[in-house]
């Protein structure tokens, strides 16, 4: 017996750190653990060409023409007829 308040002040505790921990102050956890703050790091950015990345890119490209010349020679053919109610 005699459990009851330290559990209740346990639990207690655990709702204030769960609930009320507003703000995270990471200066303070480092001169908690006794750690040099570290300066921070500013990578440069990064560009991406995608078509430098894919290599089918040329092959897109050149049948892509080809699509829209069917296209144009189809002409009404390849619509859709309308639906029946």
């Known amino acids: 017996m005699g459990r009851g308040r330290a559990k209740a002040k346990q639990t207690k505790v ?3 750190l769960k609930y009320n921990s507003g703000g995270f102050d990471a ?3 480092s001169s908690e653990l006794g750690v040099s703050p570290v300066p921070s790091i ?3 950015p990064v560009v991406e ?3 430098e990345d ?3 890119a040329a ?3 050149y049948y892509a023409d080809d699509d829209e010349d069917e296209d144009e020679e189809a002409g009404a053919s390849h619509q859709r007829a309308p639906r029946r109610a």
């Open 14 to 16: 655990a709702r204030e």
């Open 27 to 29: 200066n303070r956890l």
């Open 42 to 44: 500013n990578p440069e």
């Open 49 to 51: 060409d995608e078509d």
């Open 54 to 56: 894919d290599p089918y």
């Open 59 to 61: 092959y897109a490209n």
